[in-house]
C-alpha cells in the first residue's frame, strides 16, 4: 500500500492513501508530474482552463458542499506538495506560499496518491474543507483573511539526494519502520490548524482578489454579491505518521485552483451564460401575452 506523507523541519508526516472512485472528467494537463483534482461531496468536479490564458484552473463551489484534494504522483521519485488553501496552510492553519520550501507538506510516493480532506488539527483528525460565504471562512474567522481567498495552490517539491525507480512498484511500499517510531503523541507541541474563534471579525481591507473587479464590473443590479470561502467543517479520522523528507528549495511544479459560485464564473468567462428563460413578469408588465389560445383543460 503507497502512502503519502507531511513536513516539518525535515520530519513528515503519512498519510493513507486515497480510494478514489472513477474520475468522470479529464484532467486538463494529463502530463502534469502531479496530478490535482477536486470532489465535491464525493464526486469528482470538471476542472475549467481560465479563458484569459494564465494557466489558472476554475471549479464550481457550492454552498455548504464539503470537497476534497485529490493528490496523485505521475513520476518516479518522491515528492513533497505544499498545499494552500485560502491562502493558508493546510496542516498548520498559518499564511503560507505555495512556491516556499519553508512550508509543511504532503509527501508522495512514487506513483502514489492521496486525498487531503480538510484543514489538519492532529495525527488522526481533519476539519473538512467546506464551501462557505467568505465572511465565515476559516480565514476570516481566525483573522487571517487574505488577498488570495477562494485560492487553492498547490507547490510541488522534488528531494534532495532523491531515489527512483524505473517503473511502477510490484510489491506495495511500506516505508520506514524508524519513521513510523517518530510518530509524536496527540500532545505533542507540533504546529496545527487551530480552531477559529466564535466571532467573525470584521471584513479584511485587503481585496478580495485580482478578478473580482471584472466580476462587478459586469452588473449585478447594485446587489451585494456573495464570495465563497473554505469552512472549518465537521472533524472526521485521518490519521498520518512522520517520516523523513528533505526538498530542494524551489518547486517544479505550481498549480493554481480557483473556486467560485457558478454565477461568478459565468461572469468570468468560464461557464457559457445560462440560457434564456421566460421571463413571466416582464411579459405580464407589457402586456405580452399573445394571442387567444385554447385552453389547457
Known amino acids: 500500500m503507497t502512502r503519502s506523507a507531511l513536513l516539518l523541519a525535515g520530519v513528515a508526516l503519512a498519510s493513507a492513501p486515497s480510494h478514489a472512485s472513477q474520475r468522470p472528467f479529464p484532467t486538463p494537463y494529463p502530463g502534469a508530474p502531479v496530478q490535482i483534482e477536486v470532489r465535491v461531496d464525493g464526486q469528482y468536479s470538471p476542472l475549467y482552463t481560465a479563458p484569459d490564458g494564465s494557466g489558472r484552473l476554475y471549479v464550481e463551489a457550492r454552498k455548504g458542499a464539503a470537497y476534497d484534494v485529490v493528490l496523485s504522483n505521475r513520476g518516479s521519485e518522491r515528492v513533497g506538495v505544499v498545499l494552500v488553501v485560502d491562502g493558508l496552510n493546510v496542516i498548520s492553519g498559518e499564511r503560507a506560499e505555495a512556491n516556499s520550501a519553508r512550508n509543511r507538506m504532503y509527501i508522495l510516493d512514487p506513483w502514489g496518491e492521496t486525498t487531503v480532506r480538510g484543514w489538519r488539527t492532529s495525527l488522526s483528525e481533519v476539519r473538512r ?56 503523541s496527540e500532545e505533542s507541541n507540533e504546529p496545527r490548524a487551530q480552531a477559529p474563534p466564535a466571532t467573525v471579525p470584521e471584513a479584511h481591507a485587503e481585496a478580495r482578489r485580482d478578478a473580482q473587479d471584472q466580476v462587478e464590473s459586469l452588473g449585478n443590479g447594485g446587489a451585494a454579491r456573495s464570495y465563497p470561502g473554505t469552512g472549518w467543517g465537521q472533524s472526521t479520522y485521518d490519521p498520518v505518521q512522520l517520516v523523513d523528507f528533505d526538498p530542494v528549495p524551489t518547486p517544479f511544479q505550481l498549480v493554481t485552483v480557483r473556486y467560485e459560485y457558478a454565477s461568478a464564473l459565468r461572469a468570468l468567462g468560464v461557464l457559457p451564460p445560462q440560457r434564456w428563460t421566460r421571463d413571466r413578469l416582464r411579459e405580464r408588465d407589457h402586456a405580452q401575452d399573445g394571442f387567444a389560445r385554447p385552453p389547457a383543460w
Open 129 to 184: 474543507f467546506t464551501f462557505v460565504d467568505e465572511q465565515t471562512s476559516y480565514a476570516s474567522r481566525s483573522g487571517k483573511a487574505n488577498r488570495k481567498m477562494g485560492w487553492i495552490e498547490v507547490g510541488v517539491y522534488r528531494e534532495n539526494g532523491y531515489w527512483a525507480s524505473p517503473r511502477p512498484p510490484i510489491t506495495p511500499y511500506m516505508g520506514d519502520r524508524d519513521a513510523q517510531k517518530r510518530v509524536p
